[in-house]
């Protein structure tokens, strides 16, 4: 299968570590000229010395706690290479924790950081993407889109109403040759999961070896996912192959999720 992205321009958001760098390194290799969005400029130069053809590539800092600026900065960018025709939406999941005892800027925050950020973010790129009659954006989201993880009740919120708005929007541009679709990650190996391991760990009195795993033994697989393994995902999902997928959550966690 030729999953070649040559001539096609593609932003990925929380590019600077995990699933969002590994996707990025993906893209490029298979030809896109990839854009790295984060709000931490060193570690972004970090990441872009380590893409294939690095002069090919560019970067973009920006704070998602500020959905109008990080707009701004795309639509600026934009400006000088047309366009994107692929966007892939990512960035840090909101702090662990029982939903009840959350606090409603958690709520604010966590609705920001990923909603409205997702949806600004797709208004600046998808008028281009019509004109090519070409375009992909997949949202790196979380397997609670589909069955809730306990423990984490503000991320299980917000990455529901993620899920039912990227829906909404693979209808309204399926008519342009544009999909929309949803990765969901399962247990992968990032800063993200090392964190939930040590909140697990502390919350029953054992220790992070013992935690890791006992949920390690949650999936069928066994093991944790590489990110990559997950990026390789969104790749397909960001190519001519793919075509026809649109309005999907698909999960990348080794057989976990137990429901359809």
Not at 78 to 105: K, M, Q, W, Y
Request: charged content about 20%; glycine content about 8%.
């Amino acid at each position: 299968m030729n999953l070649n992205l040559n001539n096609k321009n593609a932003l990925v958001c929380g590019s600077t570590a995990g699933i969002g760098k590994a996707t990025a390194i993906a893209l490029a290799n298979e030809g896109a000229k990839v854009t790295l969005v984060a709000r931490n400029r060193e570690k972004l130069k970090e990441v872009l010395a380590q893409m294939p053809n690095s002069e090919n590539h560019s970067l973009i800092v920006a704070d998602f706690s500020n959905p109008r600026d990080l707009q701004e900065q795309v639509l600026k960018f934009v400006e000088n290479i047309n366009g994107f025709h692929i966007l892939v939406n990512n960035t840090g999941g909101p702090r662990s924790g029982d939903i009840l005892n959350a606090s409603l800027d958690e709520f604010d925050n966590a609705f920001t950081q990923h909603l409205k950020c997702n949806h600004v973010l797709a208004q600046a790129v998808i008028p281009f993407m019509k004109e090519e009659g070409y375009g992909r954006i997949v949202n790196i989201i979380s397997t609670s889109v589909k069955e809730p993880i306990p423990g984490l009740g503000v991320s299980n919120t917000i990455r529901g109403a993620v899920g039912n708005w990227s829906k909404t929007l693979s209808v309204e541009l399926g008519p342009f040759g544009i999909t929309v679709n949803n990765v969901l990650p399962g247990f992968t190996k990032t800063e993200r999961l090392n964190e939930i391991i040590k909140i697990k760990a502390n919350a029953e009195g054992t220790s992070v070896e013992n935690m890791a795993k006992i949920m390690k033994n949650y999936s069928p697989a066994k093991r944790f996912a590489k990110p990559e393994e997950t990026a390789n995902a969104i790749v397909f999902l960001a190519s001519e192959a793919a075509g026809y997928i649109n309005g999907i959550n698909l999960p990348v966690d080794g057989g976990r999720t137990k429901s359809l």
